[in-house]
């Protein structure tokens, strides 16, 4: 139940295309829902958020659409650009738990010039 | 700079031969933790801690211990590392307060266990 299951493992999208990644969760109690992205040889670090009371966050390029019913995320990036190729992490954390998040096993984004 | 650092960056060890990673971070934050990443099992945690002097077990704990006895460093100890301990472990920090707060992230410690 605390698992957060993520795909696909790797993701190829040419320049300017919108590149799309899933996630879904089990544990209703699960209301904060960050993406983190990580650059080779560094640290992963927030991208963008979401809490269950919205369906949609933009931020940018970046989009989160949340499905509370279904218990699914995602992660939409519009114009993809080469500089957007790095891992993708999605994540869940319930308030009761705030200093625990669980991680989902992240999705390699290519983006071809 | 508000940042956590990790030492070292990267380390080659034998199986058994205790070690310790180190994790400072400068933001006053009161929440620390510890993650493994593994290709394909994405981040899992090791341990966290919520104050000086509280740590608790995250999802993978055997095998490492933790102690936090300044806010600033978490220092992660592995007593007889083994070949599974094999990873990219990252140290994070986050602020304590309402709702949910960004975790930062160190730059990694890349550890190979011969």
């Known amino acids: 139940q605390q698992q957060v299951k993520q795909s696909p493992q790797s993701l190829i999208v040419q320049k300017g295309g919108i590149s799309i990644i899933n996630c879904a969760y089990e544990?209703?109690?699960?209301?904060?829902f960050p993406w983190y992205q990580q650059f080779p040889g560094k640290g992963p670090a927030l991208l963008i958020a979401?809490?269950?009371?919205?369906s949609e966050k933009k931020e940018g390029r970046f989009t989160i659409s949340f499905n509370k019913s279904a218990k699914q995320f995602s992660l939409h990036i519009m114009d993809s650009q080469p500089g957007d190729s790095a891992t993708y992490f999605c994540?869940?954390?319930?308030?009761?738990?705030?200093?625990?998040?669980?991680f989902g096993s992240g999705t390699r984004l290519s983006i071809r010039p | 700079e508000a940042q956590v650092t990790q030492n070292p960056r990267y380390l080659i060890t034998v199986t058994g031969k205790k070690l310790t990673v180190t994790c400072s971070q400068n933001?006053?934050?009161?929440?620390m933790s510890w993650y493994r990443q593994d290709p394909g099992l994405g981040l899992r945690q090791i341990y966290y801690?919520?104050?000086?002097?509280?740590?608790d077990k995250g999802d993978v704990p055997e095998g490492y211990k933790v102690s936090r006895k300044e806010k600033r460093n978490f220092p992660l100890i592995l007593e007889s590392p083994s070949p599974n301990q094999t990873s990219l472990y990252f140290c994070?920090?986050?602020?304590?307060?309402?709702?949910?707060?960004?975790?930062?992230f160190g730059p990694g410690t890349r550890l190979t266990v011969l």
């Open positions: 994070a920090s986050s602020r304590k307060g309402q709702g949910h707060n960004e975790q930062f």
């Open positions: 544990n209703t109690a699960f209301d904060y």
């Open positions: 979401i809490r269950p009371d919205v």
């Open positions: 994540a869940a954390s319930a308030l009761s738990s705030a200093s625990k998040i669980i």
């Open positions: 933001m006053n934050h009161e929440y």
């Open positions: 801690s919520m104050n000086v002097e509280v740590t």
